[in-house]
């Protein structure tokens, strides 16, 4: 756990100080500079190409982090895993290409009549996919090797950063609104370029095919478990994006601005869960090898309860600032409040349940998050169909809630009978009591004269009502410990 916790702080402060930048970003200048339409556009050309990645890839990058203990060797060609997985993908992208060519017109007749300008800008999702997913091969890649650092620096400070110079390029009328969309989609290539140069300089590997009988059978059986993996992971992403993608298509562009920035503050709830399971998954893999179970629920139920803190301080601060957060914006944004009351309800048991996921995806019993994952890709396209035509981005918030919540009771009870690891424990519903405590404490609270000074003083009374009782109650030791050693090394 000591690795995990290292990596996971760190990749966590480099989160939150990405989210400072992207804060300025998608709270400050986007929706004050650019229309809701416009921001529409930007949100959901990054959300299509994440799915444009996920498609290409193939399972290959779920395969590198599964597999790379058993392909790696001393002399560093590691059985020619790195050379025939980027094939692999080149592969993938190349196919979809075809296929994302073909369907073309069907597309764009469909955000023709709400969304006329995500037609206009549809083949730029091209380029956007492709350096997403060689962003996301060479994250793999160095995952396995426990490298997590640098892949978090170049996406979430330096792509953040280049993003702020571009948007006042064009908020100073350097640039068209085109020439910014153009600009924005080769931003993305910039950390994709430096994971490859990073990857290169480590000289972890040598970058050559190997043949042999020991790469036919390993290449085989991941290839099975790759293509498995492609079919159920793949929900992982197409389930977040379902909702903006048939909001775009029902309501229109705006109404995606409007909920593309509420996604925003949701991730920063997300920022914890995401690095510590980045982290963990390769341990997991390791674990798995070593068929060590207590190991397994030992870092199941760090992980888990350690999410739940983060998740549900971070909900309390963002919902009772959000006054504050909308004196920011245009007053038509204050109307996604529910829209970030329901997703981060729904990202709360997402982030309590773990490594849940990570467990039964590295295990011999992954076919069954391929049947779950069918399932919550036919449950959230049917919840979407159902509520957003009633209630637009609040429905498309509430279906992607509900989908969530009965997605990960599945993996906990797949999860529990196959392996008898469960990461809950009664005392953790405190947890949830002080959140709530902590969220009337805000209602008594008067409102300040300025929203900077309302802010502080409420996130200071409302960290102090949320933190002085778990610390004191002795619930996470990993978390007391994490504190007191910040606090030492701080006043050293």
Request: contains cysteine.
């Amino acid at each position: 756990m000591g690795t995990v916790q290292r990596d996971s702080i760190t990749i966590t402060i480099l989160s939150y100080v990405g989210i400072v930048i992207g804060y300025v970003n998608k709270i400050l200048l986007l929706p004050n500079f650019f229309s809701e339409t416009q921001v529409g556009l930007v949100n959901i050309l990054v959300s299509f190409s994440v799915i444009y990645a996920q498609f290409s890839a193939l399972g290959i990058n779920f395969t590198i982090v599964k597999f790379f203990p058993f392909f790696r060797t001393e002399d560093r060609t590691h059985n020619g895993l790195f050379f025939w997985s980027g094939v692999g993908v080149s592969f993938g992208f190349i196919l979809f290409t075809l296929l994302f060519l073909l369907f073309r017109n069907p597309v764009m007749e469909y955000y023709s009549q709400e969304s006329p300008l995500l037609s206009q800008y549809y083949l730029w999702l091209i380029p956007m996919g492709f350096t997403t997913l060689f962003y996301n091969f060479f994250t793999s890649w160095l995952q396995a090797f426990h490298k997590n650092v640098i892949s978090s620096f170049s996406n979430e400070i330096v792509l953040r950063l280049l993003v702020t110079i571009e948007i006042s390029l064009y908020v100073f009328k350097v640039l068209t609104f085109e020439q910014f969309v153009i600009g924005y989609v080769l931003i993305y290539f910039v950390p994709t370029i430096i994971l490859l140069i990073y990857t290169l300089r480590l000289h972890y590997t040598r970058y050559k095919p190997c043949f042999s009988r020991r790469v036919k059978k390993l290449a085989s059986i991941a290839g099975v478990y790759g293509f498995w993996q492609y079919l159920g992971g793949t929900s992982n992403y197409i389930v977040p994006t379902v909702d903006q993608a048939m909001l775009a298509g029902m309501w229109g562009l705006a109404e995606n601005g409007i909920y593309g920035i509420m996604l925003c503050l949701v991730s920063v709830m997300q920022m914890p869960y995401r690095s510590l399971v980045k982290v963990s998954t390769p341990v997991v893999t390791e674990l798995w090898k070593a068929r060590d179970f207590q190991g397994m629920r030992h870092i199941s139920r760090e992980v888990s309860l350690m999410n739940l803190i983060a998740g549900c301080y971070l909900f309390v601060i963002i919902w009772v600032n959000l006054d504050n957060i909308f004196s920011l914006m245009p007053e038509q944004y204050s109307t996604g409040r529910y829209v970030f009351l329901f997703l981060g309800l729904g990202r709360i048991i997402d982030m309590y349940s773990g490594l849940n996921s990570a467990i039964l995806m590295t295990s011999k019993k992954y076919r069954y998050e391929f049947l779950m994952s069918l399932f919550l890709v036919g449950l959230t396209i049917g919840t979407n169909l159902l509520l957003i035509p009633r209630f637009g981005m609040n429905g498309a918030a509430l279906a992607t809630m509900i989908s969530i919540i009965i997605f990960n009771i599945g993996h906990v009870t797949f999860v529990w009978k196959f392996y008898r690891i469960q990461p809950f424990a009664p005392k953790d519903i405190s947890v949830a009591i002080i959140g709530l405590l902590a969220i009337g404490v805000s209602a008594l609270i008067p409102t300040m004269g300025h929203f900077i000074l309302d802010a502080i003083i409420r996130t200071f009374i409302i960290t102090a009502v949320f933190g002085i009782p778990i610390y004191l109650s002795g619930i996470s030791p990993t978390l007391n410990t994490t504190i007191e050693r910040f606090y030492h090394r701080l006043f050293r």
